[in-house]
Every structure is written in structure tokens, then in C-alpha cells.
């Protein structure tokens, strides 16, 4: 059975982040969804363009399996100020659906709109503080019950195969993880 993913992107968003979600969740069959906030057309921090299937508009009705954010500056900023983001990663939480976030993402969106209350996560070195709990900021990713956060660009691999974990089981995981040359 697939499962439904959403990718957020927005301007400015780390590159790295966003394709390692969208390349190891492709390749596992996931029904994936790129929607951003802004425009259909992205230009990330480092002046790659990205197309996204549509915009998050377009996904308000829609329900989700994940929820995924990537980071990066000013792109974490960009998804923070999507009311209609806000929304549904505030809907996937109280289902108990799974939202994820990497990099800048954990601090600068879930911590600013409260979606770590009573959560243990871990973010971007140095936005530590905007986390309200920051017991494991040295993991290199956490779960706490649906949510899931990862430190950064370094960490997108690790990250994303714990996704397809968390979706597809681990045999999935390790079979992509053994594909990809990673075991």
C-alpha cells in the first residue's frame, strides 16, 4: 500500500534536504506530493530551481501520511509564514500522522508555531535555543512519537531512510539503504 507524502518547499530551502527526501521516498514508491508555498517555481539557497507538483493551496483537503520540511535560510522562514502549512502540519500532529523537519526547519517552523510542546527534537547547530526542549539536539535525528527532526545537510541521508522506516518498515530501509550503497 503506498503512502501519501507531502515536501514543502518554499524559497531559499536547502537543496540537499529537499531532493534526498524526494529521491528516497521516490524510490521506495511513496505517493509524493511537492507542493510550495509560494510559487510553483523555487529557487533554493543555492540557486537551484525546483518545480513543484503545486502548490500547498492545492492540498488543504488532502490527508497525509507525512508531512515533510526541508531547512535552510530563508527557506524555513518562508514555510514558517504559510498559514495554510500551518494548518495542516498543526492537523497532522493532533491525528497522530507523522510531520518531519530538518535543519533550520524544526527550530524556525515546529518550535514557532508550537508543534514540539512536549517534544524531544533536534535541529541546525546553534538554533539550539529556540527549541523547548533540547535534551537531544546532539542526536543526529529524533523521533518523539510522529514528530521526527534531523540536524542538516549531513544528516538528509540518515534522515530521510529513517522515514521510509517509518512508513515502509525497516527491511525497505535497509534494502534502499543496501541499493544506494549506504550498507
Known amino acids: 500500500m ?32 511537492i507542493a510550495s508555498v509560494q510559487k510553483c517555481e523555487i529557487i533554493t539557497a543555492r540557486k537551484v530551481k525546483i518545480t513543484a507538483d503545486c502548490l500547498i493551496t492545492d492540498c488543504i483537503d488532502k490527508t497525509y501520511d507525512l508531512i515533510a520540511l526541508p531547512g535552510g535560510m530563508p527557506g524555513a522562514e518562508n514555510l514558517r509564514d504559510s498559514r495554510e502549512l500551518t494548518e495542516m502540519l498543526k492537523k497532522q500532529k ?41 535534551s537531544a539536539v546532539n542526536q ?4 518523539d512519537g510522529n514528530c521526527v527532526t534531523s540536524q542538516g545537510p549531513g544528516t538528509a541521508l540518515e534522515f530521510s531512510l529513517k522515514l521510509v522506516e517509518l512508513l515502509f518498515g525497516k527491511q525497505k530501509s535497509e534494502e534502499l539503504a543496501k541499493a544506494m550503497l549506504i550498507k
Do not use: Q, W
Request: net charge neutral; charged share 25%; proline share 4%.
Open 94 to 134: 493532533e491525528s497522530g500522522r507523522l510531520y518531519a523537519a530538518i535543519c533550520a526547519s524544526p527550530a524556525i517552523v515546529f518550535a514557532h508555531h508550537g508543534l514540539l510542546a512536549g517534544k524531544k527534537a533536534t535541529c541546525y547547530p546553534g538554533m539550539e535555543n529556540k527549541l523547548p526542549d533540547t
Open 140 to 143: 543526529r535525528v529524533v523521533i
Open 2 to 33: 503506498s503512502k501519501k507524502v507531502l515536501i514543502a518547499v518554499a524559497d531559499g530551502i536547502e537543496e540537499l534536504e529537499g531532493i534526498t527526501i524526494i529521491d528516497c521516498l521516490r524510490r521506495v514508491g511513496a505517493d509524493l506530493t
